[in-house]
Structures are given as structure tokens and as C-alpha cells.
């Protein structure tokens, strides 16, 4: 989207392969042995992701 307020991804074909949900450190509160938050970057939306499942994480880091 041009121009975009929010940092953005490129959705077109060669984004496919990361349009998918990914790990948060952070634990679920609502099931804390087993959940942890995660982030849809297909839908936009947090999600809590089970521990047992394979998934994804997109390494973030703090300002400068």
C-alpha cells in the first residue's frame, strides 16, 4: 500500500512463503503450560499458537 502509515510487507507471490503464523516469546495467559502468543502476518491478528506445534519466528530488535 502506497503510502502506508505502518510498516508493511510486500503480499505479492514471492511473499507467499512468509505469509504465515509466528511465535511469540510471550506465554498465553490464558493457557500457560501450553500457549503462547503469535501473529498472523496473512490475517493481521494475534492468535494464541500451541507449544507443541512447528511454527515460525520473525526476530525482532529495539529502535536505535
Not at 514471492?14 to 493457557?31: C, D, H, M, R, V
Given at each position: 500500500c502506497l503510502p502506508c502509515p505502518t510498516p508493511s510487507i510486500n503480499v505479492g507471490k514471492e511473499a507467499l512463503p512468509i505469509?504465515?503464523?509466528y511465535w511469540s516469546s510471550t506465554t498465553y495467559a490464558g493457557n500457560t503450560?501450553?500457549?503462547?502468543?503469535?501473529?498472523s502476518m496473512y490475517?493481521?491478528?494475534v492468535l494464541s499458537?500451541?507449544?507443541s506445534n512447528d511454527g515460525y519466528v520473525w526476530p525482532v530488535r529495539s529502535g536505535p
Amino acid at each position: 500500500c502506497l503510502p502506508c502509515p505502518t510498516p508493511s510487507i510486500n503480499v505479492g507471490k514471492e511473499a507467499l512463503p512468509i505469509l504465515q503464523n509466528y511465535w511469540s516469546s510471550t506465554t498465553y495467559a490464558g493457557n500457560t503450560s501450553s500457549a503462547s502468543w503469535g501473529v498472523s502476518m496473512y490475517g493481521g491478528y494475534v492468535l494464541s499458537v500451541s507449544k507443541s506445534n512447528d511454527g515460525y519466528v520473525w526476530p525482532v530488535r529495539s529502535g536505535p
